[in-house]
């Protein structure tokens, strides 16, 4: 499994990807009709596209050289020296082998004036919580906007502290 930057080539690919791993995980949450909406709108190729050229940003996909495993988007605000992790979306057979946290350690590489990552997470996806809570990271706040300040959807906000090696 290796690690690099998306292309405009990957967009079918990862949208695939968000839509396996978003029915699979949300379709309990929202609901299916909720979730399809959710896809149509969030991760439509336009979006999935525009976000793998943004300029400022990472897109990360995880490949075996066969499929993609993972996928992994973020921004950075020199500002705060905050990474916002929009994405991280492990396929649902490949989740627990180790996938999301090299998609993690490669997005925080990305940065390196970064001094701090954000996620926002669906308090109902046990399984994000328990890996981001594993991965060192601890619940700063609340959102009623998750993903976007229009969602209505609320999330719970994950940050950890970035060390360097020396």
């Known amino acids: 499994m290796y690690v690099r930057t998306a292309g405009e080539w990957d967009v079918a690919a990862i949208r ?3 839509a396996e791993t978003w029915h699979a995980t949300y379709d309990t949450i929202y609901g ?3 979730v ?3 896809l149509a709108d969030w991760h439509s190729a336009k979006a999935v596209g525009g976000r793998v050229t943004q300029p400022g940003s990472e897109f990360l996909v995880a490949d075996d050289g066969k499929a993609i495993a993972g996928v992994a988007f973020a921004t950075f605000d020199a500002d705060t020296r905050k990474v916002a992790l929009h994405q991280l979306y492990v396929r649902p057979p ?3 082998h ?3 946290g090299l998609l993690l350690d490669e997005i925080e590489a990305a940065f390196p004036e970064a001094e701090t990552v954000r996620v926002e997470v669906e308090p109902a996806n046990a399984k994000a919580v328990g890996f981001y809570v594993g991965q060192g990271f601890a ?3 609340e959102t009623s906007a998750c993903g976007r300040p229009d969602s209505g959807i609320a999330a719970d906000i994950y940050e950890r502290a970035i ?3 020396d």
């Open 32 to 34: 299916k009709d909720k």
């Open 94 to 96: 490949m989740q627990g």
């Open 98 to 100: 180790g996938v999301g």
């Open 16 to 18: 695939s990807l968000l």
């Open 163 to 165: 060390v360097w090696a």
């Open 139 to 141: 619940k700063a706040g």
């Open 36 to 38: 399809d909406a959710l």
